[in-house]
């Protein structure tokens, strides 16, 4: 099967539109930003509290964001899809204040829809050896024998089976099936602990010093990352490939933040991640087609610099498209199955390898065209600009014949690229 | 076969049983494989749960704390040598950034004692700059690489503190390192794993436990005014007014000596131990040689005196001497087993030379971090599965080849991660799926060239012969960018970041090996021993 046999598309004829298209999209994202006030940073650069919660019977968004406002907290709530976990957000504020904070959520939170303990410990908030604790001795008072390491088995056994149903123990009596806990056992259990509805399941707190230096420290990152790939680039090809593979590069970066703003997504540390991520596997798109151009460049000579790259891409489009498809396969396999905590990390990769994969063709060649062009109108200042730019003109004025292809109208070159004496596909 | 193709097929399935090897050991049981795993695969901490911290040391205390016992020196020193002077004192450097610009300032020093005073301080301090500010005045701040090595030696008597804090808590793997910059940025990366409910630790961390017992002249007093009243609202040379601990919303404050008999620094043990009539919990404590002598001298001399014992700034007791004791001695007053047994740990651990705050905090249940490795896993496998059924529709048998390197791919990436001692953290498991992606990438390179050579009418070894040297180039070309890219990463990033540019690099780089050299045996091995191949399944 064989999906990319022989195309001729005129890539670089069709410029415009594509580029237009950029433009808007770029355009869009800004306005998106600009209207927003901003990429929308997540606590890791803001600064904040979160905390995950998860609930045996989830209440509506309302009724929890009413608990937290009537203790003054200006919390951000937002469920998990999936699951039935909510997580609190409060924004930044001074350290000790966050902590405070914090606490008040969990408080009032445990408050409003939690169980009253009446006593018994809550088995779905404590740890192993505070549930082995609280048991020994009405365990020797029910005559239950159990020797210690026997008791702190059970104890990790209910943990782990509290692990493998998303942190909460609904009924006590589920944990019939867990190994260690008889009937007897069951009993005391049922005595000296209660399951609470909520459990909190995470939490993070990062104070505004740390937010500002980590967003300070992941522009750095992708600044000087961009900078390594200019000078990769130049130094293995000229410094006009190395440039155009920046400016398609930065393109895609816009346009990834631009998308994360006009869809309302966070930005984290693991979405900064992605876009570096996203920088370098860009380039190889990018790079491949160079290539290719600079193969083509030394076997036809005579050949003007559009054709050429127009070919030079339709000879590795099967192998761009190929390869950034099954990179997108698994991206997004991670974008569907991945779950919560990377649904950020991605879409931003979802989103760049598609516009990375555009970019390569549609953004970095045709710089090369504009920057050669411009080069060649400062040399011929009369003849070359205006054909050069359109490929479908009758053949200029120096026409040597050549070995291999003579210039010339592209359709003179399509007969004999046909014939079988150039490499294509 | 030629005996090429069997040498290489050799190297290929030694790396595979090393890898095996690392991954999973040599398992005698099921339970055993599993056990192997959860060894060598190291989980960070958002993948089994526990907390992080990051603290900032105070270093601008321990600037504090060295001018003040310069000062007392310089006042013991002048008048040794009956140098008068009219005062003495330093600044105040409240912030991190400001603990270096520590001044003493040291005032009426008569023009006749200038050289003997300025050869006293010379001989005696030479981490310390004298300038004059007039005839009598000076001013002295500390050298610069003195003030630096006062930082990293407070860093590291920190970090070693708070090591021995959190192995006295008996938290297994727990670690504490620095981050960043440690003069600049004296932060230190507190890793706890298992506990989610981190207050208790974040308290006990954070205690700075100076103990001293110091003689208690006057009190109780109801509040600190009424204390200041009693003296005509000048203490008395050497004493100070110090809180107790609140007890049920109780307080009082005693007059205490500024010197102390003893300090927790003396201390070689301590534990916590229940006093069996009463049912108290208390702290017992045993003295080093050298402090038990000056113990014992001064409760033989003060039998019915009250000593108070102060732990950071408050009286916990201020017990009455009733007889003499040498190196064994008890703190009461505890209210609870956990308050005894916390001060006989931070008594053991040892003071902080600097007070820390805490900048971020992450907490993450093991319920969350299961489910975090399920849903890992699961897009993994739907990733996997989606590249291979493409591969085989697209490039028939030789697609075999290509599931083949990236299995190999993945289990050498997974098997360095296990001899590198690499965490495995979520962004990681994205890295691995990533690579898979990736991966593929370098064998489409591959065959799309060779079916361009066999397009241009190579015979078939020659076509992969062609195909494999000329993708080389550009396989090397793409992969370095990527991995330029993780390096940045990895530079800047925090932890799950990290995990995650390793991964990507390690599958990156293995990935070379399997594209190129693996995929080429394979191909070598099919069509060895053959002369003329007719087609290739491509």
Same mark, same amino acid.
């Given at each position: 099967?064989?999906?990319?046999?022989?195309?001729?598309?005129?890539?670089?004829?069709?410029?415009?539109?594509?580029?237009?298209?950029?433009?808007?999209?770029? *355009?869009?994202?800004?306005?998106?930003?600009?209207?927003?006030?901003?990429?929308?940073?997540?606590?890791?650069?803001?600064?904040?509290?979160?905390?995950?919660?998860?609930?045996?019977?989830?209440?509506?968004?309302?009724?929890?964001?009413?608990?937290?406002?009537?203790?003054?907290?200006? *919390?951000?709530?937002?469920?998990?899809?999936?699951?039935?976990?909510?997580?609190?957000?409060?924004?930044?504020?001074?350290?000790?204040?966050?902590?405070?904070?914090?606490?008040?959520?969990?408080?009032?939170?445990?408050?409003?829809?939690?169980?009253?303990?009446?006593?018994?410990?809550?088995?779905?908030?404590?740890?192993?050896?505070?549930?082995?604790?609280?048991?020994?001795?009405?365990?020797?008072?029910?005559?239950?024998?159990?020797?210690?390491?026997?008791?702190?088995?059970?104890?990790?056994?209910?943990?782990?089976?509290?692990?493998?149903?998303?942190?909460?123990?609904?009924?006590?009596?589920?944990?019939?099936?867990?190994?260690?806990?008889?009937?007897?056992?069951?009993?005391?259990?049922?005595?000296?602990?209660?399951?609470?509805?909520?459990?909190?399941?995470?939490?993070?707190?990062?104070?505004?010093? +740390?937010?500002?230096?980590?967003?300070?420290?992941?522009?750095? *990152?992708?600044?000087?990352?961009?900078?390594?790939?200019?000078?990769?680039?130049?130094?293995?090809?000229?410094?006009?490939?190395?440039?155009?593979?920046? +400016?398609?590069?930065?393109?895609?970066?816009?346009?990834?933040?631009?998308?994360?703003?006009?869809?309302?997504?966070? +930005?984290?540390?693991?979405?900064?991640?992605?876009?570096?991520?996203?920088?370098?596997?860009?380039?190889?798109?990018?790079?491949?087609?160079?290539?290719?151009?600079?193969?083509?460049?030394?076997?036809?000579?005579?050949?003007?610099?559009?054709?050429?790259?127009?070919?030079?891409?339709?000879?590795?489009?099967?192998?761009?498209?190929?390869?950034?498809?099954?990179?997108?396969?698994?991206?997004?396999?991670?974008?569907?199955?991945?779950?919560?905590?990377?649904?950020?990390?991605?879409?931003?990769?979802?989103?760049? +390898?598609?516009?990375?994969?555009?970019?390569?063709?549609?953004?970095?060649?045709?710089?090369?065209?504009?920057?050669?062009?411009?080069?060649?109108?400062?040399?011929?200042?009369?003849?070359?600009?205006?054909?050069?730019?359109?490929?479908?003109?009758?053949?200029?004025?120096?026409?040597?014949?050549?070995?291999?292809?003579?210039?010339?109208?592209?359709?003179?070159?399509?007969?004999?690229?046909?014939?079988?004496?150039?490499?294509?596909? | 076969?030629?005996?090429?193709?069997?040498?290489?097929?050799?190297?290929?399935?030694?790396?595979?049983?090393?890898?095996?090897?690392?991954?999973?050991?040599?398992?005698?049981?099921?339970?055993?494989?599993?056990?192997?795993?959860?060894? &060598?695969?190291?989980?960070?901490?958002?993948?089994?749960?526990?907390?992080?911290?990051?603290?900032?040391?105070?270093?601008?205390?321990?600037?504090?704390?060295?001018?003040?016992?310069?000062?007392?020196?310089?006042?013991?020193?002048?008048?040794?040598?009956?140098?008068?002077?009219?005062?003495?004192?330093?600044?105040?450097?409240?912030?991190?950034?400001?603990?270096?610009?520590?001044?003493?300032?040291?005032?009426?020093?008569?023009?006749?004692?200038?050289?003997?005073?300025?050869?006293?301080?010379?001989?005696?301090? $030479?981490?310390?700059?004298?300038? $004059?500010? &007039?005839?009598?005045?000076?001013?002295?701040?500390?050298? $610069?690489?003195?003030?630096?090595?006062?930082?990293?030696?407070?860093?590291?008597?920190?970090?070693?503190?708070?090591?021995?804090?959190?192995?006295?808590?008996?938290?297994?793997?727990?670690?504490?390192?620095?981050?960043?910059?440690?003069?600049?940025?004296?932060?230190?990366?507190?890793?706890?794993?298992?506990?989610?409910?981190?207050?208790?630790? @974040?308290?006990?961390?954070?205690?700075?436990?100076?103990?001293?017992?110091?003689?208690?002249?006057?009190?109780?007093?109801?509040?600190?005014?009424?204390?200041?009243?009693?003296?005509?609202?000048?203490?008395?040379?050497?004493?100070?007014?110090?809180?107790?601990?609140?007890?049920?919303?109780?307080?009082?404050?005693?007059?205490?000596?500024?010197?102390?008999?003893?300090?927790?620094?003396?201390?070689?043990?301590?534990?916590?131990?229940?006093?069996?009539?009463?049912?108290?919990?208390?702290?017992?404590?045993?003295?080093?040689?050298?402090?038990?002598?000056?113990?014992?001298?001064?409760?033989? &001399?003060?039998?019915?005196?009250?000593?108070?014992?102060?732990?950071?700034?408050?009286?916990?007791?201020?017990?009455?001497?009733?007889?003499?004791?040498?190196?064994?001695?008890?703190?009461?007053?505890?209210?609870?087993?956990?308050?005894?047994?916390?001060?006989?740990?931070?008594?053991?651990?040892?003071?902080?030379?600097?007070?820390?705050?805490?900048?971020?905090?992450?907490?993450?249940?093991?319920?969350?971090?299961?489910?975090?490795?399920?849903?890992?896993?699961?897009?993994?496998?739907?990733?996997?599965?989606?590249?291979?059924?493409?591969?085989?529709?697209?490039?028939?048998?030789?697609?075999?080849?290509?599931?083949?390197?990236?299995?190999?791919?993945?289990?050498?990436?997974?098997?360095?991660?296990?001899?590198?001692?690499?965490?495995?953290?979520? $962004?990681?498991?994205?890295?691995?799926?990533?690579?898979?992606?990736?991966?593929?990438?370098?064998?489409?390179?591959?065959?799309?060239?060779?079916?361009?050579?066999?397009?241009?009418?190579?015979?078939?070894?020659?076509?992969?012969?062609?195909?494999?040297?000329?993708?080389?180039?550009?396989?090397?070309?793409?992969?370095?960018?990527?991995?330029?890219?993780?390096?940045?990463?990895?530079?800047?990033?925090?932890?799950?970041?990290?995990?995650?540019?390793?991964?990507?690099?390690?599958?990156?780089?293995?990935?070379?090996?399997?594209?190129?050299?693996?995929? @080429?045996?394979?191909?070598?091995?099919?069509?060895?021993?053959?002369?003329?191949?007719?087609?290739?399944?491509?």
């Amino acid at each position: 099967m064989e999906l990319f046999r022989n195309t001729n598309f005129d890539f670089l004829g069709k410029k415009w539109p594509f580029i237009i298209l950029s433009l808007i999209l770029t *355009a869009a994202g800004l306005v998106s930003l600009a209207v927003r006030g901003g990429p929308r940073y997540g606590i890791d650069f803001r600064g904040g509290a979160l905390v995950t919660v998860t609930f045996a019977q989830r209440p509506p968004v309302d009724k929890v964001r009413a608990v937290l406002d009537a203790k003054g907290l200006n *919390a951000d709530v937002q469920e998990i899809q999936g699951k039935q976990d909510d997580i609190i957000g409060i924004e930044q504020r001074e350290d000790k204040a966050l902590q405070a904070a914090r606490q008040t959520i969990v408080d009032s939170l445990t408050a409003a829809f939690g169980q009253p303990a009446n006593g018994k410990l809550n088995i779905n908030g404590a740890g192993a050896s505070a549930l082995a604790d609280r048991l020994r001795v009405p365990l020797q008072q029910a005559s239950v024998s159990m020797t210690d390491p026997q008791l702190n088995d059970m104890a990790n056994a209910v943990m782990d089976y509290r692990k493998q149903h998303s942190g909460l123990i609904r009924n006590l009596d589920d944990l019939r099936s867990v190994a260690g806990v008889t009937p007897k056992v069951l009993e005391v259990l049922k005595q000296q602990t209660y399951p609470d509805t909520l459990a909190i399941v995470a939490t993070e707190v990062v104070g505004p010093k +740390i937010g500002a230096e980590l967003q300070r420290k992941a522009v750095l *990152a992708v600044l000087y990352a961009l900078g390594g790939m200019l000078v990769y680039i130049a130094f293995r090809f000229e410094w006009i490939y190395g440039l155009a593979a920046v +400016i398609a590069v930065f393109h895609d970066t816009i346009i990834t933040i631009g998308l994360f703003s006009l869809f309302n997504k966070e +930005i984290s540390l693991t979405v900064v991640a992605a876009l570096l991520t996203l920088v370098g596997y860009s380039m190889n798109d990018t790079i491949v087609t160079f290539d290719r151009v600079r193969e083509n460049l030394k076997i036809m000579r005579r050949e003007k610099l559009e054709p050429l790259i127009n070919l030079s891409v339709n000879q590795t489009l099967s192998r761009t498209v190929l390869t950034s498809g099954l990179t997108l396969l698994t991206a997004l396999a991670l974008f569907l199955f991945g779950g919560q905590v990377l649904n950020g990390f991605s879409f931003a990769l979802v989103c760049g +390898i598609i516009v990375g994969t555009y970019s390569s063709v549609f953004v970095a060649s045709p710089i090369l065209i504009f920057w050669h062009n411009f080069l060649e109108s400062r040399k011929h200042p009369s003849a070359t600009a205006p054909a050069a730019a359109k490929s479908t003109v009758a053949p200029k004025a120096p026409a040597p014949a050549a070995p291999k292809s003579p210039a010339g109208s592209p359709k003179a070159s399509k007969q004999n690229v046909r014939g079988g004496t150039a490499k294509v596909k | 076969m030629t005996r090429n193709v069997k040498i290489k097929l050799l190297v290929i399935v030694v790396v595979i049983l090393v890898c095996i090897y690392g991954i999973i050991g040599l398992p005698k049981s099921k339970a055993e494989l599993i056990a192997n795993w959860k060894k &060598n695969i190291h989980l960070g901490l958002d993948l089994s749960g526990g907390t992080q911290l990051v603290m900032q040391v105070q270093l601008q205390d321990a600037f504090k704390a060295n001018a003040d016992a310069v000062i007392e020196r310089i006042k013991q020193e002048l008048q040794k040598d009956s140098i008068p002077m009219s005062s003495i004192d330093r600044n105040d450097p409240n912030r991190l950034e400001d603990a270096d610009k520590i001044e003493i300032d040291i005032k009426g020093i008569p023009v006749n004692k200038t050289s003997a005073f300025r050869s006293t301080i010379s001989d005696q301090y $030479p981490e310390w700059l004298l300038a $004059p500010l &007039n005839s009598t005045d000076y001013k002295m701040t500390m050298k $610069p690489s003195d003030a630096l090595k006062l930082k990293q030696d407070t860093m590291s008597q920190t970090m070693a503190t708070i090591e021995r804090k959190i192995n006295g808590l008996g938290l297994a793997e727990s670690s504490v390192q620095p981050t960043g910059r440690s003069d600049a940025e004296a932060e230190l990366l507190v890793q706890l794993p298992g506990v989610d409910d981190p207050a208790h630790v @974040k308290q006990l961390l954070q205690t700075q436990a100076v103990l001293e017992w110091a003689e208690v002249k006057d009190g109780p007093y109801g509040t600190r005014d009424e204390g200041l009243a009693k003296h005509g609202g000048v203490l008395p040379l050497g004493t100070r007014l110090v809180p107790t601990v609140m007890r049920g919303g109780q307080q009082s404050w005693y007059l205490v000596s500024r010197s102390a008999i003893v300090r927790g620094t003396d201390i070689r043990d301590a534990r916590a131990s229940q006093d069996q009539s009463a049912g108290r919990w208390e702290t017992n404590f045993v003295l080093n040689q050298e402090a038990a002598k000056r113990f014992e001298n001064y409760t033989a &001399n003060n039998i019915g005196n009250r000593a108070a014992i102060v732990v950071d700034n408050q009286v916990i007791s201020a017990p009455t001497i009733q007889s003499r004791i040498s190196d064994t001695g008890r703190i009461t007053g505890a209210t609870n087993q956990e308050e005894a047994s916390d001060l006989a740990l931070n008594l053991r651990a040892g003071s902080l030379p600097a007070s820390v705050i805490y900048e971020e905090e992450r907490t993450v249940g093991p319920s969350l971090g299961a489910d975090s490795i399920r849903e890992g896993f699961r897009a993994g496998i739907a990733g996997l599965i989606a590249v291979v059924v493409f591969m085989l529709i697209y490039y028939r048998r030789s697609g075999v080849n290509a599931t083949v390197a990236l299995v190999l791919n993945a289990i050498i990436l997974v098997a360095a991660l296990s001899y590198f001692d690499a965490t495995l953290t979520l $962004p990681g498991i994205a890295g691995v799926i990533l690579t898979i992606g990736m991966a593929v990438d370098s064998n489409v390179l591959i065959f799309e060239r060779i079916r361009e050579e066999l397009h241009a009418g190579k015979a078939v070894i020659a076509a992969v012969d062609a195909g494999f040297s000329k993708a080389f180039g550009t396989i090397v070309d793409t992969h370095v960018t990527t991995v330029v890219s993780c390096a940045f990463l990895f530079i800047f990033g925090t932890g799950p970041v990290k995990g995650f540019a390793v991964t990507l690099v390690i599958g990156l780089v293995a990935n070379v090996f399997t594209a190129v050299f693996v995929s @080429k045996t394979i191909f070598d091995w099919e069509l060895s021993g053959k002369r003329q191949v007719a087609a290739l399944s491509i």
